[in-house]
């Protein structure tokens, strides 16, 4: 092994001959260089904007979230919140009530997602200032109840939050048994003032209202009945361990899912086009390689007669296969080299100084995965090997009696 690597050194690095096979070796190092260096910034982009949807969602999406398996809401009572407050790393429990409703503000109207929580919905949520756009973070004030609006329920029904004596009147219709030809009797109407404006995606700002449990128990008439519950942890780490506890106190009737399951069809839908965006470049980087399968056939063509000697020295057809398999492997290796630590200094610029933006807010988040990294090496490796095989095979075919 030693020989073979000391011989394909000196093929590759020949000081004292620059010919074409060299030019060939040169282009195919910068394609591998190329194509490493934009795998593993594409992968990183993609783990960078898991994160940011992740964080995103996270606004107004709990750690473990508790539904129903059958039916839109079930029956809750103290004795199962003191069961659940009570397992080991249950820090918040925060009871809601979320169904749809028909919102009037002055003469203009629309639908909306109603979500009733409980008081403790702020250590619930992770809301940060910068997405509070105008108003106070709060659903509740000395037993008065307000509502969170998203922006854009704000923009189209045209809510001015410091207007006291212009309220949001709600709609919901009133569950009963004979159908009544009264509207007045067939519908529930409640009125609530707005506390604030937030921004938080574009599903939440456009349909969503927070407002305090007790508002909407009285909007819907759920009395006792709740159509989640949701659980922060008192470390992220302790969210796996939660969830068991909590299926195995609640049993079968509950679905009981953690922040990444509550997201799974985006998620998964993200690592799809992740998955496909990296098999076309390992594709590409393919394409790059035909570049070393000439190079390494040129290569034998030119080195016929070195190889003749080498047999005549007792070497063996596999320490020439060797030799050029090196080859392959010295390009491939110089090539992944710069490219990894190009694409990771890139990653790195990124990340401190934000050149690229994602909007005037936020820059494009980019993340490094170390197992993506040994991903796009392990490929690398491959594709050099099924490049180099060929040549290196033809090589070691050659006639000794045909050179000498």
């Known amino acids: 092994m030693n020989t073979a690597f000391f011989i394909a050194k000196r093929y590759l690095f020949s000081k004292k001959k620059k010919n074409f096979i060299n030019i060939i070796s040169t282009i195919s190092v910068g394609g591998v260089a190329v194509g490493t260096m934009a795998l593993v910034i594409v992968m990183a982009v993609f783990n960078g904007l898991q994160d940011f949807t992740m964080n995103l969602y996270a606004s107004h999406n709990p750690e473990i979230r508790i539904v129903a398996k059958e039916g839109k809401s079930f029956e809750v009572n103290d004795s199962l919140l003191s069961k659940i407050r009570q397992i080991e790393g249950v820090k918040i429990l925060t009871e809601v009530i979320e169904d749809n409703a028909f919102v009037n503000y002055g003469e203009n109207q629309m639908a909306v997602n109603v979500k009733g929580v409980s008081d403790n919905f702020v250590e619930q949520y992770q809301i940060g200032e910068g997405q509070l756009m105008s108003g106070k973070l709060l659903v509740k004030k000395n037993e008065t109840a307000y509502a969170l609006i998203g922006v854009g329920v704000q923009v189209q029904l045209g809510v001015v939050v410091q207007d006291d004596m212009k309220p949001l009147m709600f709609l919901y219709p009133r569950k009963q048994k004979k159908i009544s030809l009264?509207?007045?009797?067939?519908?529930?109407?409640?009125?609530?003032?707005?506390?604030?404006?937030?921004?938080?995606?574009?599903?939440?700002?456009?349909?969503?209202?927070?407002?305090?449990?007790?508002?909407?128990?009285?909007?819907?008439?759920?009395?006792?009945?709740?159509?989640?519950?949701?659980?922060?942890?008192?470390?992220?780490?302790?969210?796996?361990?939660?969830?068991?506890?909590l299926e195995i106190l609640l049993g079968s009737q509950f679905s009981i899912k953690n922040r990444e399951e509550q997201q799974e069809s985006i998620l998964r839908a993200t690592r799809i086009e992740r998955l496909f965006v990296f098999i076309t470049f390992a594709l590409i980087l393919g394409i790059a390689s035909i570049n070393i399968f000439f190079s390494l056939a040129m290569l034998a063509i030119e080195k016929q007669k070195d190889i003749a000697i080498l047999f005549s020295m007792g070497a063996s057809r596999q320490l020439v296969k060797k030799i050029f398999l090196m080859e392959g492997s010295l390009i491939a290796f110089i090539g992944t080299f710069i490219g990894l630590v190009g694409g990771l200094a890139l990653c790195f610029v990124q990340q401190e100084f934000e050149i690229i933006p994602l909007s005037q807010m936020q820059a494009y988040p980019v993340k490094v995965v170390w197992t993506d990294l040994i991903y796009v090496v392990l490929t690398i490796t491959v594709i050099t090997f099924m490049a180099s095989y060929a040549p290196a095979r033809t090589a070691a075919k050659i006639n000794m009696s045909e050179q000498l």
Do not use: C, H, W
Request: proline share 3%; net charge neutral; glycine share 4%.
């Open 182 to 245: 009264d509207m007045n009797s067939a519908i529930i109407r409640k009125a609530i003032l707005p506390s604030g404006v937030l921004n938080i995606d574009q599903y939440f700002n456009n349909s969503n209202v927070l407002v305090p449990i007790e508002f909407a128990e009285e909007l819907m008439l759920y009395g006792s009945r709740r159509t989640s519950l949701e659980v922060k942890t008192n470390n992220l780490a302790l969210v796996g361990k939660v969830q068991q506890a």
